[in-house]
């Protein structure tokens, strides 16, 4: 029992310093790109481990530190919009997983993400309207994400 809660000790320590504890459970954003490379290099990134944080109740990888204490000082400005989830798929009503290679878009200074270059390409041709929806959708999709389970489209 006293390794159990000097674990749980470290683990915290890990997390509130920036870092994310080994063996945590919890989601890894953008399937381990990192958010600040699609503004700063116009491309998907990986991140790496070593620059791994928590925000939001998922962990966001970054390629440097650099990136990591720009994502650090404004996370609402970097982080994909709508949870990262598929943004056109919110604006219809439902949640859909993302292709963080070729499904993504940077508009008016804020990340979407895409379920890959088809739905990206059908999300540009009437992105204004979209967005809107989206974000009409979006309050009702996050409150059923922590207490049921609302439709979701996943890879297979």
Known sequence: MRWFGLSLFFGAACIFAGGVARGASVELAIGGYDPVAYFTEG?????EARFDVMWDGSVYRFASEENRQRFM???ER???RYGGWCAYAVSQGYLAEVDPVDGWTVR???LYMNWDSYVKRQWLSRVEGYIARADESWPGLKEALGSSSPPKITRK
């Open 43 to 47: 491309k998907a990134r990986r991140g």
């Open 73 to 75: 000082s404004a996370p």
């Open 78 to 80: 970097y982080a994909p």
């Open 108 to 110: 008016d200074g804020r």
